[in-house]
């Protein structure tokens, strides 16, 4: 899911068993699909590994299948946190700045065109109608998929203990490592406090209830997850 941790959790990977993060898919917040020649690539180079947004569809994970692959690990978090997160992204000065990124979400019907010229609030709401539900839908395909072993990891589990999280990960797939290094954060100096290396913010979950209005909050209560430890 977009806003998981998906940045600092690649990096801590890179970090502690060497291995290097390769995107499967066009970039944005949900590409649709998984493209077979980067999936191959990632496949058949040693210490590749293959990142992507694209959901749990029937054709994304016939391919990994396909490619030999059968169990992936999904980050996902309360999508009503990962809405707010996205809101803070988008304000980063370097992706206000990307003429792509607001024209892909635009032809997603993410946002409109306008999006930058709109008051805060207006802002939340867009996101709250056109982005919230997508989010859930990605977790949903990927936990009801039947085609691949999944291993869910929650963002509000990881927060407590990052390392144990990577170690999971890197011990599902049978990775060789001598201890778990967690990328350096450093957020100082940038308008939203966020770390431009790994994506971190503040590291903790809840910022649904913490940065939105009562009434914000009570527009999107409908967006829980219920999702089980294992999956596949």
């Known amino acids: 899911m977009p806003k ?56 994304n994970t016939r391919l990994l299948r396909e490619a030999g692959i059968d169990r992936v690990v999904v980050l996902f978090r309360d999508p009503r ?3 707010v997160s996205w809101w803070h992204h988008l304000e980063r000065p370097d992706v206000r700045s990307w003429g792509w990124h ?11 065109p306008n999006y930058y010229e709109l008051p805060r609030d207006a802002q939340i709401a867009t996101l709250s109608e056109n982005f919230l539900p997508r989010l859930v839908d990605f977790v949903h395909s990927w936990i009801r998929s039947s085609e691949i072993g999944i291993l869910p990891i929650a963002y509000e589990t990881f927060v407590t203990d990052p390392a144990a999280s990577v170690r999971r990960i890197l011990d599902l797939h049978d990775v060789e490592y001598d201890e778990v290094v967690l990328p350096a954060v450093n957020n100082d100096g940038n308008p939203e406090n966020i770390d431009l290396g790994t994506h971190y913010r503040r590291g903790a979950a809840g910022s649904h209830r913490d940065e939105l209005t009562p009434q914000e909050q009570e527009r999107i209560a409908w967006a829980q997850l219920t999702v089980p430890a294992a999956a596949g």
């Not at 607001?102 to 409109?112: D, K, S, T």
């Open 102 to 112: 607001l024209a892909l979400m635009v032809a997603e019907g993410i946002v409109p």
């Open 81 to 83: 946190d990962a809405m």
């Open 4 to 59: 998981s941790a998906t940045v600092f959790v690649t990096k801590a990977l890179e970090q502690s068993a060497g291995l290097t993060g390769y995107t499967i898919s066009e970039p944005g917040p949900f590409p649709p699909e998984i493209e077979a020649r980067a999936l191959w690539h990632v496949r058949d180079t040693p210490n590749l590994m293959g990142t992507t947004h694209a959901p749990g569809v029937a054709r």
